[in-house]
């Protein structure tokens, strides 16, 4: 009963910036982190960002000082800013969420179903 429902994603020219977003619904008891990960034709899934629920944030070196990474609790929603947009940014970008559904249990990872980011001239 979790859905994670991503937006944001499309065509930009190198340089550019998107801004994508991802919220979580359903039967909510808590959220530990959330992040974004991304997926080329081809390649191994790879996490690009993270936030933790004390703000505490991870980032691919290859996004620092590019991507910035935000979140929102009262609405369960997480943000990725991304600027200076490189060809090599196009992917897959999946939002994942480690969360609760029961008071007493156990943190599970739950995705996305992804949205398409292409970064070209």
């Known amino acids: 009963q979790v859905q994670l429902v991503e937006s944001g994603g499309g065509l930009v020219q190198p340089g550019g910036s998107l801004r994508l977003s991802c919220a979580a619904s359903?039967?909510?008891?808590?959220?530990?982190?959330m992040g974004w990960y991304r997926q080329a034709p081809g390649e191994e899934r790879e996490l690009v960002a993270q936030?933790?629920?004390?703000?505490?944030?991870n980032y691919a070196d290859s996004v620092k000082g590019r991507f910035t990474i935000s979140r929102d609790n009262a609405k369960n929603t997480v943000y990725l800013q991304m600027n200076s947009l490189k060809p090599e940014d196009t992917a897959v970008y999946y939002c994942?969420?480690?969360?609760?559904?029961?008071?007493?249990?156990?943190?599970?990872?739950?995705w996305g179903q992804g949205t398409q980011v292409t970064v070209s001239s």
């Open positions: 994942s969420a480690n969360l609760r559904t029961m008071s007493w249990g156990p943190n599970q990872r739950y």
């Open positions: 936030i933790f629920s004390v703000g505490y944030t």
């Open positions: 359903g039967s909510i008891v808590s959220i530990n982190d």
